[in-house]
């Protein structure tokens, strides 16, 4: 093209102008926005690491295993394919806040309150903030919920009831004017406290922190929503990781090849005999060293006690010497197959051969699995005690020398798992019979006849929780009777008795 003005002829293409200048500009200004992209990117990609760093292993792994469980159908311990869970829509609430919870004990204290703590986000609507598990404890394991739980699973199985997120935003933090309120709710608190003494907290205070949780909700009074969502917790959502799944059902299906077998807590550890002072059959350095270590323990209150007293008011584990008087007297015998569920016993191999002299079919897990199976758990003790969860709750026969947490949450699981056999020994009664039977009052045959005797109805039948008002600690604990589960209303009464049967005032 030209441009033609007063006789002068000038070709556009040719003009030398701002072209060269604006073209340079350009490519100056898409640099430069690049360039923030980028440094955008990577200031976002170092934040995103360093929240994942401390959980990079167990990230990944449990990330590959959700991966493949969308893509692939899920194989059962027969090898048939089913089909993935499928979860009702989230509930659509206004959250009145954050609750952050700090889980203390051993494994089964935990899952007990786990369970509490997500019934009482649902009933404040709040949101719960995946629970921190206890670290400090005896057992001193580093490991996080979703080193032991599915925590995916754990969140989407009970999106349908409360908001669960991993952590709290950081809107919310003391950066932004908010400050976290540090608290242990008061002990078996029904829902009127929680209503009345915890939520108008959240109107000041976004994120509470309750740094204790065991015991926290009432065994009884609660609405049967509430009661069935603690179920629903621990028998649906709370789904171990799938290394121990995997591992724990391998541990089964070695067992039950082999015979029926009995799961026998053998509560006879270093940790269960310093905390309750029983050193019945210990020597005198070891009550001593026992003694040394229920002082070391701040939060173990009782520091003087007399062993004696303690077994005759039935308050002591069973040794394992009379843990296989209990067996035979009961009716087991040298062929039953006797799996170990417990940690290390105090005294090892030497406390354990009377009862192996008895039923040499004895094994734990450390003697089915190799060490490359459980390398990865060692010095997780909850890791650990998760397979023995397992084991405890598929056995034909569970048996629980001491009515701590773990038997009472096993016990309840074998309830609803169709009141499979649990026999709950009477310890009280099992002391008396066992000096009888040592200082020839009472004969083999009759320490055995009574011994059946006592225990015929305590088998884990189908009765409804024995109510003691205003003593919680006295009454059945909820997770060993979870009758509101067990049964539909309709036949309630034909299942587990009329309602005032077990009510003690």
Same mark, same amino acid.
């Given at each position: 093209m030209?441009?033609?003005?007063?006789?002068?002829q000038?070709?556009?293409?040719?003009?030398?102008?701002?072209?060269?200048?604006?073209t340079?500009?350009?490519?100056?200004?898409?640099?430069?926005?690049?360039?923030?992209?980028?440094?955008?990117?990577?200031?976002?990609?170092?934040?995103?690491?360093?929240?994942?760093?401390?959980?990079?292993?167990?990230?990944? *792994?449990?990330?590959?295993?959700?991966?493949?469980?969308v893509?692939l159908?899920?194989?059962?311990?027969?090898?048939?394919?089913?089909?993935?869970?499928?979860?009702?829509?989230?509930?659509?609430?206004?959250?009145?806040?954050?609750?952050?919870?700090?889980?203390?004990?051993g494994?089964?204290?935990?899952?007990?309150?786990?369970?509490?703590?997500?019934?009482?986000?649902?009933?404040?609507?709040?949101?719960?903030?995946?629970?921190?598990?206890?670290?400090?404890?005896?057992?001193?394991?580093?490991?996080?919920?979703?080193?032991?739980?599915?925590?995916?699973?754990?969140?989407?199985?009970?999106r349908?009831e409360?908001?669960?997120?991993?952590?709290?935003?950081?809107?919310f933090?003391?950066?932004?004017?908010?400050?976290?309120?540090?608290?242990?709710?008061?002990?078996?608190?029904?829902?009127?406290?929680?209503l009345?003494?915890?939520?108008?907290?959240?109107?000041?205070?976004?994120?509470?922190?309750?740094?204790?949780?065991?015991?926290?909700?009432?065994?009884?009074?609660?609405?049967?929503?509430l009661?069935?969502?603690?179920?629903?917790?621990?028998?649906?959502?709370l789904?171990?990781?799938?290394?121990?799944?995997?591992?724990?059902?391998?541990?089964?299906r070695?067992?039950?090849?082999?015979?029926?077998?009995?799961?026998?807590?053998?509560?006879?550890?270093?940790?269960?005999?310093?905390?309750?002072?029983?050193?019945?059959?210990?020597?005198? *350095?070891?009550?001593?060293?026992?003694?040394?270590?229920?002082?070391?323990?701040?939060?173990?209150?009782?520091?003087?006690?007399?062993?004696?007293?303690?077994?005759?008011?039935?308050?002591c584990?069973?040794?394992?010497?009379?843990?296989?008087?209990?067996?035979?007297?009961?009716?087991?015998?040298?062929?039953?197959?006797?799996?170990?569920?417990?940690?290390?016993?105090?005294g090892?191999?030497?406390?354990?051969?009377?009862?192996r002299?008895?039923?040499?079919?004895?094994?734990?897990?450390?003697?089915?699995?190799?060490?490359?199976?459980?390398?990865?758990?060692?010095?997780?003790?909850?890791?650990?005690?998760a397979?023995?969860?397992?084991?405890?709750?598929?056995?034909?026969?569970?048996v629980?020398?001491?009515?701590?947490?773990?038997?009472?949450?096993v016990?309840?699981?074998?309830?609803?798992?169709?009141?499979?056999?649990?026999?709950?020994?009477?310890?009280?009664?099992?002391?008396?019979?066992?000096?009888?039977?040592?200082?020839?009052t009472?004969?083999?045959?009759?320490?055995?006849?009574?011994?059946?005797?006592?225990?015929?109805?305590?088998?884990?039948?189908?009765?409804?929780?024995?109510?003691?008002?205003?003593?919680?600690?006295?009454e059945?604990?909820?997770?060993?009777?979870?009758?509101?589960?067990?049964?539909?209303?309709?036949?309630?009464?034909?299942?587990?008795?009329?309602?005032?049967?077990?009510?003690?005032?």
């Open positions: 030209e441009v033609r003005s007063e006789g002068i000038v070709r556009c293409d040719k003009l030398p102008g701002p072209v060269i200048p604006k340079r500009l350009r490519i100056w200004f898409i640099r430069v926005c690049s360039s923030i992209v980028l440094w955008t990117c990577l200031v976002q990609l170092v934040t995103v690491s360093e929240l994942w760093h401390s959980q990079l292993i167990s990230g990944i *792994t449990n990330g590959i295993y959700h991966i493949t469980q893509q159908p899920i194989q059962g311990d027969n090898g048939v394919a089913q089909s993935p869970p499928v979860f009702l829509p989230p509930r659509n609430y206004t959250s009145n806040g954050f609750l952050r919870v700090s889980c203390n004990g494994l089964n204290q935990m899952r007990a309150a786990i369970c509490d703590m997500v019934t009482v986000a649902r009933f404040l609507n709040l949101t719960l903030v995946v629970p921190e598990l206890d670290k400090t404890s005896f057992w001193a394991d580093p490991s996080n919920f979703e080193d032991i739980f599915d925590v995916k699973h754990f969140i989407d199985s009970l349908d409360v908001r669960i997120v991993k952590r709290v935003p950081k809107k933090s003391s950066k932004w004017g908010y400050s976290t309120l540090e608290m242990p709710p008061v002990s078996w608190s029904n829902e009127k406290y929680y009345e003494q915890i939520l108008p907290l959240f109107g000041k205070h976004k994120v509470l922190r309750f740094n204790k949780t065991d015991t926290r909700l009432a065994n009884n009074g609660l609405p049967l929503d009661q069935k969502l603690r179920c629903r917790v621990n028998y649906q959502a789904k171990f990781t799938p290394q121990i799944e995997h591992l724990g059902r391998k541990l089964i070695m067992l039950h090849e082999k015979g029926p077998f009995v799961a026998l807590h053998l509560r006879y550890e270093m940790d269960m005999l310093a905390f309750s002072g029983c050193t019945h059959g210990c020597t005198e *350095t070891e009550a001593e060293e026992l003694k040394r270590l229920r002082y070391a323990f701040p939060w173990w209150r009782e520091k003087e006690i007399i062993s004696d007293e303690r077994r005759s008011q039935g308050l584990p069973l040794t394992p010497e009379e843990a296989a008087l209990t067996l035979r007297a009961l009716g087991f015998g040298r062929e039953t197959q006797i799996y170990i569920a417990a940690g290390e016993i105090y090892g191999e030497r406390r354990l051969a009377q009862l002299a008895v039923f040499p079919r004895i094994v734990k897990k450390e003697t089915l699995l190799t060490r490359d199976d459980l390398w990865q758990f060692q010095n997780h003790s909850s890791q650990m005690a397979l023995d969860f397992m084991v405890s709750v598929a056995s034909n026969t569970f629980p020398t001491y009515d701590g947490n773990m038997a009472k949450v016990e309840g699981h074998r309830r609803y798992s169709g009141f499979k056999k649990t026999i709950l020994l009477d310890r009280k009664k099992l002391v008396e019979l066992f000096d009888m039977h040592r200082n020839g009472l004969s083999w045959n009759e320490f055995a006849d009574a011994a059946r005797q006592v225990h015929e109805k305590r088998m884990a039948q189908p009765t409804r929780r024995r109510v003691i008002l205003d003593k919680p600690k006295e059945d604990y909820f997770y060993a009777n979870p009758h509101e589960c067990l049964c539909e209303e309709t036949n309630c009464d034909d299942l587990l008795g009329p309602h005032n049967t077990t009510q003690v005032s």
